[in-house]
């Protein structure tokens, strides 16, 4: 914990409060995304939606567009969710217990652990990522961590660890070694303060632990579609995807397969007027387990029917469209806008 204090990471905007709300709104962001990254979209936020109840009672859309480009949008959607749980269900008053709060959609235990320890002085142990490298390291625990029994050792050692008093300054301590020393890869162990009685430096393992997915490495996925971007008068239609899945409940354009021929379905199967069409270069987009590329294909029509292939949708200006919850390759379309 003296390192910490020393070496630590402290002025982060969600830092040097005990208010639940904003240290469970950074504990949202920042599973799987950096720091770095959060800290623009936290500020945004929080200046936007200050406080749990105006969260709660703001449209998901809303929400949405506050997050939109962070990903993984069913934080988000979890987030808002949880936030009219507590309003409903609790009074407004956040969670102060651990296991209270595992059950809100979007925390888990570890989650839950991290809140009750920095806000309420809980001692309750976490085991995010960066913690479970540190453990593994240290300890020398064999085995791929998303795997039960593994997670189960992890969570045993992690709860045996737990200082009597200042949890909280013991568990920015994890999180701060885990994500600035004993990093995934080019771990810093020469500045490590507990790199003395480290189990995988002593016996050259660091960069074999924590284990690895067992089989072979994963090969990404890849797939292909086509944006069909309908406008007439310089609104262009978007459609709210499904709640669930890639982009749920964002704003985006029709789609189709890559050989399907755009003309042809606006035509027969839309029914559209159909005046001009243009593809444009594609491009390729990266999530966490596979690619996308998108060919974008702008189509002018005639008119501006109510429905397209039986999709609700709406349309928008593009400042209203840039302004709504809308993903990262949309917003590169609109920007990409062709004369």
């Not at 959060?38 to 859309?61: K, M, Q, S």
């Not at 976490?126 to 039960?148: C, M, Q, T, Y």
Request: aromatic share 10%; proline share 7%; hydrophobic share 45%.
């Amino acid at each position: 914990m003296v390192w910490q204090r020393q070496h630590g990471r402290h002025g982060l905007p969600w830092q040097g409060t005990r208010d639940p709300y904003r240290v469970w709104l950074s504990e949202i962001m920042l599973q799987q995304t950096q720091v770095a990254t959060v800290i623009p979209y936290f500020e945004r936020f929080v200046a936007r939606f200050a406080d749990l109840p105006g969260l709660a009672a703001a449209d998901l859309d809303e929400v949405l567009s506050y997050w939109s480009g962070l990903g993984y949008y069913s934080r988000a959607r979890n987030l808002h969710a949880a936030a009219q749980r507590i309003i409903q269900d609790c009074g407004g008053v956040f969670p102060a217990r651990p296991e209270q709060l595992a059950v809100l959609p979007g925390i888990g235990r570890s989650t839950a652990a991290a809140i009750a320890a920095f806000c309420f002085g809980a001692r309750a142990a976490i085991l995010d990522g960066n913690v479970k490298r540190v453990l593994a390291r240290h300890f020398g625990v064999e085995g791929f961590p998303g795997e039960r029994a593994t997670e189960m050792r992890l969570w045993a050692l992690a709860e045996s660890l737990l200082p009597l008093a200042q949890v909280d300054i013991y568990t920015q301590s994890l999180m701060d070694m885990g994500a600035l020393l004993c990093t995934r890869s080019k771990p810093r162990c020469a500045d490590c303060p507990v790199a003395g009685s480290c189990v995988a430096l002593a016996t050259q393992r660091v960069a074999l632990l924590p284990t690895a997915r067992p089989g072979a490495k994963k090969i990404r996925l890849h797939k292909t579609a086509q944006f069909v971007i309908l406008h007439h008068a310089g609104r262009i239609w978007l459609e709210q995807r499904p709640p669930t899945g890639i982009w749920g409940g964002l704003w985006s354009f029709p789609e189709l397969p890559v050989h399907d021929d755009v003309l042809s379905v606006c035509r027969d199967s839309w029914g559209l007027n159909v005046l001009a069409v243009r593809a444009c270069p594609s491009f390729r987009h990266v999530f966490t387990h596979f690619g996308l590329t998108i060919t974008p294909c702008w189509v002018e029509v005639a008119e501006l029917p109510l429905r397209v292939a039986e999709q609700d949708g709406w349309w928008a200006r593009p400042d209203e469209a840039l302004a709504a919850a809308i993903p990262v390759p949309v917003r590169k379309v609109l920007a990409q806008q062709p004369d």
